[in-house]
């Protein structure tokens, strides 16, 4: 990957790369999930593009089609955890308003018990 498409700076990049030992549970040319370090939920993982982009905020049109393969791929691994059956609730926190503490685009997957919505 070139520089500017990493982050020296970013966790999740170095966890992408390698750099940061994580447990990997999926991973594609331009997709990783592995687990959330702080697990609010019995499956709580993380799908970020392997390209650092900073939030939904600053997405390019060129980034535009990296959110549906990670959607497709949180997919998967969700039905592989056996979410299939009650369900799962994919988010996106962008901004400081929604919480967002890690500024490397990520999804948090999360499943295993039943979620509030309305809060
Ligand atoms: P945000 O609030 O930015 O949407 O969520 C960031 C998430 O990243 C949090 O749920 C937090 O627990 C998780 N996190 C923070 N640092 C690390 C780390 O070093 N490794 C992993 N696997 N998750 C992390
Ligand atoms: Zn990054």
């Known amino acids: 990957?070139?520089?500017e498409e990493s982050n020296t700076d970013c966790?999740?990049?170095k966890i992408a790369s390698g750099e940061m030992p994580s447990e990997i549970v999926y991973e594609d040319e331009d997709v990783?999930?592995?687990p959330d370090i702080n697990p609010l939920t019995p499956v709580h993982l993380l799908v970020i593009p392997r390209r650092h982009i900073t939030s939904l905020a600053e997405m390019s049109d060129e980034d535009t089609t990296i959110v549906g393969k990670m959607t497709r791929a949180a997919n998967q691994v969700a039905l592989e955890h056996g979410l299939a059956e009650n369900g799962y609730r994919?988010?996106?926190n962008?901004?400081?308003d929604?919480?967002?503490v890690i500024f490397h685009l990520h999804m948090h997957?999360?499943?295993g018990?039943?979620?509030d919505w309305k809060h």
């Open 94 to 96: 962008s901004g400081a």
């Open 113 to 115: 018990r039943h979620l």
């Open 11 to 13: 966790i999740f990049c």
């Open 90 to 92: 994919l988010t996106i």
């Open 32 to 34: 990783v999930i592995f």
């Open 1 to 3: 990957m070139s520089p």
């Open 98 to 100: 929604a919480g967002q």
């Open 109 to 111: 997957l999360m499943g």
